[in-house]
């Protein structure tokens, strides 16, 4: 399941530089998340980056992409053809 940032987001920029993806940019009221490029973290770190960072709750799951742990490596594989997973062990199951 990729996240998203929902309309409480105060625009504070904390995220974005925390995504391994790039998956984060800022929109013309929130910043927003690309779900084609966030993979919930999956293959960097054990928790979502962004949503540790946010000081305001805004992102949140996004019941529109509802990826099964095995998409999630694949996306990691498509974005990442030649790199080692990191931390997949310690990968939590997607936050409800
Ligand atoms: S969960 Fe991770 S990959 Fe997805 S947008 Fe947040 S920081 Fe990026
Ligand atoms: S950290 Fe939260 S409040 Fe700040 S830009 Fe990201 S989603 Fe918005």
């Known amino acids: 399941m990729a996240l998203k940032i929902i309309d409480q987001c105060i625009s504070c920029g904390a995220c974005e530089p925390e995504c ?20 919930e973290c ?9 949503a540790d960072v946010c000081p305001v709750e805004s992102c949140v799951m996004d019941a529109d992409y509802p990826d099964t742990p095995v998409a999630l490596a694949k996306k990691f594989r498509t974005l990442y053809p ?3 997973m990191e931390n997949t062990a310690k990968w939590h199951p997607p936050m409800l």
């Open 20 to 39: 391994p993806n790039g998956a984060i940019s800022e929109a013309a009221d929130i910043y927003v998340i690309d779900p084609d490029h966030c993979t």
């Open 42 to 50: 999956y293959g960097f770190y054990a928790t979502q980056q962004c």
């Open 82 to 84: 030649d790199q080692e």
